[in-house]
């Protein structure tokens, strides 16, 4: 099966380093927000090159300003008062017989102190997609990956051997500002690093220093660890970069300005625990989780077996600069939000009303009758608690149905969130079936029209979606 790497935990850093001090926060993230084809600094309003592994906001989008962002309804990250966008290339595995397989991920972005904060629209890359080649300069310093679980030193490129504890890879982004430009046509220029990559002086050309972000993902690849083959290790990042040369990040802004400058001035614990800066409010980990941004690329990138890399990249070891290839038949349409239930408000008369909380080791949400069976599927569920008299039915862990007349409010999904009903269908591969501690939930309609929940992609012109 082919599994996003990047979909567990995602962990962020902002230090802010001071004359005698390494003051810094760290900004935990949780699950991706979405993994897709889309890009708004490198490829604004189109489907990007290749796939990528988003935290953040719920109002990612094939284009978006900062005005945007400050609509969001809820991030996987877990200060409130940052409603940005980060996003990396997504890693896969590839396998033997030619196939790739998505890994899980355990990111953390890292930031660094400068002297003022981003300013509103601001954006940014750091890395190139396009480079295969290891070399000395300061760009190219600035990438790392560390296998966790052994005892060597950081390398610049994939390591040769199994992580047992995860692969972290890491990107530092350069914090020096010419002053004037929130974004170039290259999406770099604006920026330079100090003379030691994340510390030192900044060149005269870009004097304003930025607080410096560094981000750390960590792949969950000990999965695969008797799956390697031949003599080079078996991943491969989505652009089609097997070494890790290409490896680069996006930053696009949506912190509010004041209080990361008041963060900055007054936030100097060493800790990097954020719960010691009083500046930020905090959202809980069961909201970060919650947030989700609807998939509109219809093509498979972190579900299953894939015969080729999403989009058109062919694996491109180098050292010459990789080729950009296109009119290979992927998907090059942008559609409507995938909804993340089945309709059967025509058919059988039963609404979706969301992805409910039933937290594991706790009493039932739904505590009537309930059935298991390995070819599972929503109509199935629902026809068996109408025939049992019930007026809820709810799907989980792929197998499983539930049934009841009642949903305490407190296990509703929190407003603004979708909550984490992923798991597709034993019996049906296209249907999804809840998640962990999460039931996809469906009511029985009255008399009246049924109609299902309205989910508000607020990413997407905050355009109200009614499947009646």
Known sequence: ?????????????????????????????????????????????????????????????????????????????????????????????????????????????????????????????????????????????????????????????????????????????PSCWNGKDLDTPDHKSHMAYPTGTDSGACPSAHPKRFITIFYEVTWDIDDFKDSWYGNKQPFVFSHGDPDGHGYHGDFLNGWDVDVLQKAITVCTDDSGAIEKCGVFDLRTDEDMAACKVLPRVKEDVADGVLAALPGCNPIQAGPEEAALYQNCGAVNEIGNPVLPFTDMSQTLKWGYIGCVKDPAGQSRTLDGAQQDKPDMTVDACIKYCDDAGYTYSGLEYKTQCFCGNSIAAERMPANGTMGRCEYNYGGNAKQICGGYGQASVYQKCGSDSCQNANLKSEFWNAHMLKVA
């Open 1 to 173: 099966m082919m599994r996003d790497i990047f979909s567990r935990k995602v962990a962020g850093v902002i230090a802010i380093l001071a004359a005698d001090v390494d003051a810094f926060w760290r900004l935990p993230c949780s699950s991706p927000v979405m993994v897709e084809r889309a890009d708004p600094i490198m490829d604004p309003g189109v489907i990007s090159t290749h796939a990528h592994t988003v935290m953040g906001s719920n109002l990612f989008n094939f284009s978006m300003t900062y005005v945007n962002t400050q609509t969001a309804t809820c991030s996987t990250c877990k200060i409130k008062q940052d409603q940005s966008s980060y996003w990396v290339p997504t890693l896969y595995y590839h396998a033997e017989n030619g196939s790739f397989i998505s890994r899980q991920d355990e990111k953390d972005p890292e930031f660094n102190q400068g002297l003022i904060p981003f300013p509103k629209d601001f954006r940014m890359i750091a890395g190139n997609p396009m480079n295969r080649n290891l070399s000395n300069s300061i760009e190219q310093s600035a990438v790392s990956f560390v296998c966790l679980g052994i005892t060597e030193p950081a390398t610049p490129e994939l390591p040769r051997h199994n992580c047992p504890n995860g692969l972290r890879t890491q990107l530092i982004f």
